[in-house]
């Protein structure tokens, strides 16, 4: 999830989006599957209103309920004003990159030999954008594999070693993806642990201490997937001599491509296994990669201003209003952010829709109440007040200091299915305005209110 830039590295997610089939078989998601007539507006304002001044949310608190198959609010608070959507604004980055890219498109790390075939040639680790590159082990989870630097190692000294080639120089190449690597409005303090600098190449999310989710990034990100890949070629019996060098380019581009033979490459998880993660867990480099990937599609500048662009496109495309979006990154990090209630209940409700199946990992990823990734955190979702929006309640979490926002779905006690942004960007209590918007989703969820 974002976080105050004062705050330490928090992340205590977990390493995947933890499916539970029971779990996620508790929210049905599919806007066609009505059960009656939606709450009517009245209705829903008897049930909301009071919970609106709960204690900690603060003065400037914003709700957007909407049946996702209908036309217009059910209810409206500030639901056209714009908040900080801390990580609510992953949301936004999902559906565009759905629908730009398609949830099969996988993202490749390449091996390429260049120079021709001397005795000690020159080889580039060529990064595609996939921040997702591990050297740990595994994960137990069919559904998340993220590519694998060992396995990228073990296939590029097996096809050398064929070629008789003992010995390389080494160069890495990051520059599908243009700078800056952090954004201008962002804390210097994030990358102590929230986000590494956004590069077309990283290994273990560009952390000090592979698999130590607390750990600092590193400023260097490339430079250090290069070494990692360095030693793992060494220990399959391919020695690289010197130290990896930045070949900028050497990988794409026609000329390059021309003189460049592809020696092994792996790919990413399925992008829909790619969103469905990046939403469950908050993971701000894949939501940052994405943005990226989605400009790429566009023809545009891989930044973040050509991201942020991109999107914007890609969701006029759609159909979607653009009224309420103004936004700088694609993680909700910045604090120059905005996004109104009503524009997030649209994209939520865009992909629900029935025309658009391809945008379903953008629901299916969003964590359960008390169930998976960033809502099963905190004792979320246990007390009195809320513990009956557990396993009912399917949203996505932000947080930054003085920020509490979650946008999501929930069957109400009719069946019906709903829609909704709730966003306090002027908190004064975080954990005290977490439970506030708990206990505004769990309230949609027993609530009738026709």
Sequence with gaps: DSVAP??????????????????????????????????????????LKPLTTAAGLGR????????????????????????????????????????????????????????GNSATPTIVLVGGGDPTLSTQAAPNDPAWRPAALEELAAATAGVLQARGVNSVTLGY?????????LSPTWSAGYTDGNVAPVVGLMVDEGRSRPGDELSPRVADPAGSAAVAFAGRLAAHGVKVSGKPSAMPGAGSGSAASASADQVASVSSARLGDLVEHMLTVSDNDLAEALLR????????????????????????????????????????????????????????????????????????????????????????????QSSAGAGVVRAKTGSLAGVVTLAGLVRDS??????????ADQATDTAGARAGVDRMATALAGCGCG
């Design 293 to 384: 990937q989605v400009a790429l599609a566009a023809g545009k500048p891989a930044t973040f201003d050509g991201g942020v662009a991109a999107v914007r496109e890609q969701l006029g495309k759609l159909g979607v209003g653009l009224d309420g979006l103004d936004t700088v990154d694609g993680s909700g990090l910045s604090r120059e952010d905005r996004i109104s209630p009503a524009f997030l209940v649209r994209v939520l409700s865009s992909a629900a829709a029935d025309a658009h199946p391809d945008l379903r990992a953008a629901l299916t990823g969003l964590p359960v109440a008390g169930f998976t990734g960033t809502l099963a955190e905190d004792g979320r979702y246990t007390t009195a």
């Design 414 to 423: 009719d069946g019906e299915l709903l829609v909704f942004a709730l966003m």
């Design 173 to 181: 190449d990051a520059s599908v993806f243009a700078g800056p690597a």
């Design 6 to 47: 004062s705050s330490p590295a928090p992340s205590t997610r977990a390493t995947g989006p933890a499916h539970n089939p029971a779990a996620a078989a508790l929210v049905p998601v599919l806007a066609g599957d009505k059960a009656g007539g939606a709450p009517t507006t009245a209705g829903l304002a008897g049930v």
């Design 60 to 115: 400037h608190v914003g709700v957007a309920v909407a049946d996702p198959a209908g036309s217009g609010l059910l209810f409206d608070q500030r639901a056209g004003e714009g908040f900080a959507p801390a990580s609510t604004n992953k949301v936004v980055t999902a559906v565009a990159a759905l629908a730009a890219l398609g949830p099969d498109k996988r993202f490749q790390t390449r091996v390429v030999q260049t120079g």
